[in-house]
């Protein structure tokens, strides 16, 4: 499966950004599909993450500002960050994850100024 994300870019404190990740196979027909980061000197870390079913979970920073979701006639899942702080700043990853067959993309920056 191929993966691409967009979206990134630069953004001041407290703005918004949608991220898109466009899959080369239907969405849901993964066991879930997610976004990740990874900011500088540190380790990939969760965001947010989609069931097959449209069930979420978020990792704790990111609940209430990070909304993650599916279109399906679109093959493309999205994340929209709202209330972004300079510690979002990261590159951003999409993930697809079937029966444990897991596939990355390549990545979309982000940048949050101060």
């Known amino acids: 499966v191929q993966l691409v994300e967009s979206g990134g870019g630069l953004v001041q404190a407290g703005g918004s950004l949608r991220l898109s990740c466009a899959a080369s196979?239907?969405?849901?027909?993964?066991?879930?599909m997610g976004w990740y980061r990874q900011a500088p000197g540190k380790e990939r870390e969760l965001v947010a993450r989609i069931t097959y079913s449209g069930s979420t979970n978020y990792a704790d920073s990111m609940k209430g500002r990070f909304t993650i979701s599916g279109d399906n006639a679109k093959n493309t899942v999205y994340l929209q960050m709202n209330s972004l702080k300079p510690e979002d700043t990261a590159v951003y990853y999409c993930?697809?994850?079937?029966?444990?067959?897991?596939?990355w993309g390549k990545g979309t920056l982000v940048t949050v100024s101060s």
């Open positions: 196979e239907n969405i849901f027909s993964f066991n879930n």
């Open positions: 993930n697809a994850d079937r029966f444990g067959i897991v596939s």
